[in-house]
């Protein structure tokens, strides 16, 4: 009998163990987006910019990114698009459109730091400028990753009509 008695706390001891656990490893589970509709679970090499150079972003990196395009972005780049000027989306042929085109890191960086008009001739005040102070190069880095990859795969990304357009 005592020994079943110690062997049941034991079994408590190990699925309290276990609970503690169980939150760590849902966190670190990839996000469904990034894992199916990104196709990223191992590391991914982006251009940096037009020379060959790239570097690697993990599934979590674009994580970070996708976080920081949901609480920074999104209000403006539903899907991709651009509520108030939807002929510059983020898809892919937009980016490249661009002059100088935007379709790696390095640019987008650039772009966050200093958004600029789409033929390049002056600032945009319409983008959300991400000043140093705000995002590290790392952190912005990780936001670009996300935007690029997400121009590159992602489905529905880049709209250019939103259905139930307000009149302006
Ligand atoms: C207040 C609305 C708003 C917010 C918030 C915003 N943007 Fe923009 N963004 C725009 C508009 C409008 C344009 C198109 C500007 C133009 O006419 O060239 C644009 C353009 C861009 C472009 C260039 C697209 C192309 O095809 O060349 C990129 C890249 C971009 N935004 C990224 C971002 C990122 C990343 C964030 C979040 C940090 C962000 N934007 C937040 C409004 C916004």
Redesign the pocket.
Known sequence: MIAFFLWLTRLCGVLLALGCLLPATALAAPDHYIRNYLKVSEPISLALDHQGNTRLFSATDLEIGKQ??ER??L???VAGG????PS????LA??Q??KPP?DTINA?VA??RQ????DGSEE?L???Q?PESWLAQAEVEN??GF?LRAAQEAPGWGVKRFTNEPAL
Do not use: I, K
């Not at 510059?88 to 898809?91: I, M």
């Not at 958004?115 to 789409?118: I, L, N, T, V």
């Open positions: 920081l395009f920074n972005c209000n403006c780049h651009t509520l108030s000027n510059v989306s983020l898809s937009d980016l459109g661009a935007r987008l772009y966050m958004p600029m008009e789409y945009n319409w983008c959300r991400v936001l670009a935007v």
